[in-house]
């Protein structure tokens, strides 16, 4: 908090559609006196021993605050380039990745009611980075678990569910094929499970809760999935299709001192510039951000202006098949403010 009384907040506004997105957060924040004051970071990276690093102003600034909203990062293909946001989560600790993913009343989907939670392991498992090339035609890719990472994101998932009123906390795993890796997460799952005896605690296989939840989603409402890296990464994307797609899922980053929130899709260069972007994904993790700073109040107020002008339906963006544009479906909230 500054004198002012207002929190400083690092917005990296990211590439692609990020400056468009950022730019409907800002104004809807600055319309419902937000107590935020944004501090911009640039996360062009730089290359530190031959490494892709994030410049240290941009470190210093999200150390500072402890929290940052991001837009999103293009990731260069190619060799020697390492991705931005798994950078950033190595460098900030971020252990935790939430994705909730709730049913927007007037868009309709296959399936209304749908509120998940799904908790991403987001430091480990396969994403750990360890590749070889053992001899030709050969390459080995390693999935590691340690009980620490494990440890701090079962512990997140059953204080989460504590939080927002969940009774239940689901491994999702595949200990039956993964004895050990996926069998410790699991087996640490149980153990932590002893220390919440509020919250009811069981485990089900991925390809299970695949099926299940696309064959009827709502059972899994009551729940807070916890699961690790790969599986979290794949599993929240199917439950962005429940509701409608990649322009209305949020999340958050949590690490230990510092928290980082984001939309869950990418930079979209095919929309790019021209005003088409939804910016609802970034705005519903910005929401996020607001509650785990316990700004609850204005959380509540912004979420129900966003939820009013989805409902009404007439000032919505292309991906939602309406005609708006990202400013004037922004200022239709603003309207609602
Ligand atoms: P993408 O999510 O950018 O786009 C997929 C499709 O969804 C596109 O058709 C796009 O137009 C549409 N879309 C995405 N967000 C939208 C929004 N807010 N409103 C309307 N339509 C939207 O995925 P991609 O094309 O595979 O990736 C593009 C770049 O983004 C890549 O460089 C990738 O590495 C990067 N990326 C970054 C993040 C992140 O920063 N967290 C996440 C995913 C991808």
Same mark, same amino acid.
């Given at each position: 908090k500054q004198p002012n009384g207002k929190y400083l907040v690092s917005l990296i506004e990211g590439d692609g559609i990020g400056p468009e997105?950022?730019?409907?957060?800002?104004?809807?924040?600055?319309?419902?006196?937000?107590?935020?004051?944004?501090?911009?970071?640039?996360v062009t990276p730089v290359l530190v021993d031959g490494k892709t690093a994030i410049p240290q102003p941009a470190i210093d600034s999200i150390k500072r605050n402890l929290v940052a909203l991001k837009g999103p990062l293009a990731t260069p293909i190619g060799k020697g380039h390492v991705s931005l946001n798994l950078t950033l989560r190595r460098t900030f600790n971020l252990f935790a990745n939430v994705?909730?993913?709730?049913?927007?009343v007037g868009y309709k989907t296959p399936y209304d009611g749908v509120d998940t939670v799904l908790i991403r392991e987001n430091t480990e498992g396969e994403y750990s980075g360890i590749e070889h090339h053992v001899v030709d035609g050969v390459v080995q890719s390693i999935k590691l678990i340690t009980r620490d990472a494990s440890e701090r994101v079962l512990k997140y998932a059953f204080q989460y569910a504590n939080a927002v009123g969940k009774q239940k906390v689901r491994v999702v795993h595949k200990a039956t094929i993964m004895?050990?890796?996926d069998g410790l997460f699991l087996e640490i799952g149980?153990?932590?499970?002893?220390?919440?005896?509020?919250?009811q605690f069981d485990y089900e296989l991925l390809d299970n809760t695949c099926l299940n939840m696309v064959t009827d989603p709502t059972p899994y409402n009551d729940k807070v999935l916890?699961?690790?890296?790969?599986?979290?990464?794949?599993l929240s994307d199917m439950c962005a299709g429940l509701i409608g797609g990649l322009g209305l899922t949020p999340s958050g980053n949590i690490g230990?001192?510092?928290?980082?929130?984001?939309?869950v899709h990418g930079s979209a260069p095919d929309i790019a510039g021209k005003a088409l972007a939804n910016p609802t994904a970034l705005l519903f993790s910005s929401i996020m951000m607001l509650q785990h700073m316990g700004l609850n109040e204005h959380a509540t107020k912004i979420q129900k202006a966003?939820?009013?002008?989805?409902?009404? %339906?007439?000032?919505? +963006?292309?991906?939602?098949? %309406?005609?708006?544009? +990202?400013?004037?479906?922004?200022q239709a909230i603003i309207d609602k403010l």
């Open positions: 997105i950022s730019q409907s957060v800002k104004d809807i924040y600055s319309a419902a006196n937000v107590p935020i004051d944004w501090e911009p970071v640039d994705r909730p993913c709730k049913s927007i004895k050990q890796s149980k153990e932590l499970a002893k220390q919440y005896p509020e919250i916890v699961m690790p890296n790969l599986y979290g990464d794949i230990d001192k510092c928290s980082i929130f984001e939309a966003i939820f009013d002008t989805l409902a009404e %339906g007439k000032y919505l +963006t292309g991906d939602l098949g %309406g005609s708006a544009k +990202t400013h004037e479906y922004a």
